[in-house]
Each structure stands twice: as structure tokens, then as C-alpha cells.
T-cell receptor
Framework: DVKVTQSSRYLVKRTGEKVFLECVQDMDHENMFWYRQDPGLGLRLIYF???????EKGDIPEGYSVSREKKERFSLILESASTNQTSMYLC????????FGPGTRLTVL | DAKTTQPPSMDCAEGRAANLPCNHSTISGNEYVYWYRQIHSQGPQYIIH???NNETNEMASLIITEDRKSSTLILPHATLRDTAVYYC????????????FGKGTLLTVNP
């Protein structure tokens, strides 16, 4: 079974902190994705990567950056966390279909 | 990617078939229909996808109309654990592999 793991299920940070969300997949997929999910807004794509060191902006990249140094790992970075980045963050990797991680619920105080 | 329209909610009795509709009237020739579901507090889970032929797997069946403007996901014998939000997505599966999730249908399976 494909496994997509995320470093934390719950995270609490303060405004202005730098936040790293890590995602690892074990199926050698080339494509990886970061989404955020908010009530009433559904899943929105932040960034995706189709190869090591390659990245493309999704629909809402502002305030985020990403890093893909190894094929299995895709990191989402909040350079200076703000309260409006409080959300559920979901990582996915894809072959024919997308496999999602369990999500990280981030609260920024 | 083409837009999809789904009812916001549906109910189904346990043991009965659940039929979830989706309209995608602007679908283009190279776009697939994907279905995912999300159980509360979990990440979305892939169910099934198809291009123009009907598809079946161990979880569900996907019926796509001949003009491909709509489709129906069928859960043949719904259980309480099938209560979830079901998303219908169309995507070309091209080099960017993006999937755009709408608001989906909340299916509630009742005992």
C-alpha cells in the first residue's frame, strides 16, 4: 500500500514563527502536492512538484514556499506564520491517482 | 479543468445502494472523471476513475453517460462507514496532474 506520511497531526505555532510541514511518500511517485482545507472553501492547491527540485505554484501560493530536495520528501514552509494560515494541511503524491496523507491541523496564535 | 456540480448532501439507508450524481457538462475529450471521498478528520481517499467506459472496482462502480456530461458513483451496499464527503473531479491528468476539488456531496448512511 502507498503510504503518505506527514510529520505532525496537530501543530500550534505563534504569529511570525517559521513553520516546516514535512511530507514523505514511499512509492517513488514523481508528483507531490500540498493543499489546505478550510470549512466552506474545500481543498485548495498551494504548490505542487513534478520532480526533484521542481515546483509550481498552485491556486493560493502566497505566504508559502516549498522544497523538494529528494524524491520522497516534499516540504511546505511558512516563512512567517500568520493567523489566517490556521488550517488543515494535506499532502498528496500521485501516480494514476492521488494518495493523501492524514493531514496536519495547524493553529497559528 | 472542467467544473463539476454535485448535490450538497444525500441520505441513504444502510445496506441499500447509494447513487451519487455529478454533472460535468464542459468536460473535454481528454479529461477523466475521478471520485474521491473524505471521511471526517482524514485525508481524501481515491475511489475510482474513468474516461468513457463504465468502471467497477472493489469499492464502487462508475457510470459515465455516453455524452460524458454526467456520471454516477454507485456504492452497491452502503455501510455506516461510507458516511463521508464524496468529490467528483474532472482532470486531464496531464503533466501537472492537478485535481481541483469542489465542495462535494455529504453522504450520510443511516442505520
Amino acid at each position: 500500500d502507498v503510504k503518505v506520511t506527514q510529520s505532525s497531526r496537530y501543530l500550534v505555532k505563534r504569529t511570525g514563527e517559521k513553520v516546516f510541514l514535512e511530507c514523505v511518500q514511499d512509492m517513488d511517485h514523481e508528483n507531490m502536492f500540498w493543499y489546505r482545507q478550510d470549512p466552506g472553501l474545500g481543498l485548495r492547491l498551494i504548490y505542487f512538484s513534478y520532480d526533484v527540485k521542481m515546483k509550481e505554484k498552485g491556486d493560493i501560493p502566497e505566504g508559502y514556499s516549498v522544497s523538494r530536495e529528494k524524491k520522497e520528501r516534499f516540504s511546505l514552509i511558512l516563512e512567517s506564520a500568520s493567523t489566517n494560515q490556521t488550517s488543515m494541511y494535506l499532502c498528496a503524491s500521485r501516480d494514476n491517482e492521488q494518495f493523501f496523507g492524514p493531514g496536519t491541523r495547524l493553529t497559528v496564535l | 479543468d472542467a467544473k463539476t456540480t454535485q448535490p450538497p448532501s444525500m441520505d441513504c439507508a444502510e445496506g441499500r445502494a447509494a447513487n451519487l450524481p455529478c454533472n460535468h457538462s464542459t468536460i473535454s475529450g481528454n479529461e477523466y472523471v475521478y471520485w474521491y471521498r473524505q471521511i471526517h478528520s482524514q485525508g481524501p481517499q481515491y475511489i475510482i476513475h474513468g474516461l468513457k467506459n463504465n468502471e467497477t472496482n472493489e469499492m464502487a462502480s462508475l457510470i459515465i453517460t455516453e455524452d460524458r456530461k454526467s456520471s454516477t458513483l454507485i456504492l452497491p451496499h452502503a455501510t455506516l462507514r461510507d458516511t463521508a464527503v464524496y468529490y467528483c473531479i474532472v482532470s486531464s491528468g496531464g503533466s501537472n496532474y492537478k485535481l481541483t476539488f469542489g465542495k462535494g456531496t455529504l453522504l450520510t448512511v443511516n442505520p
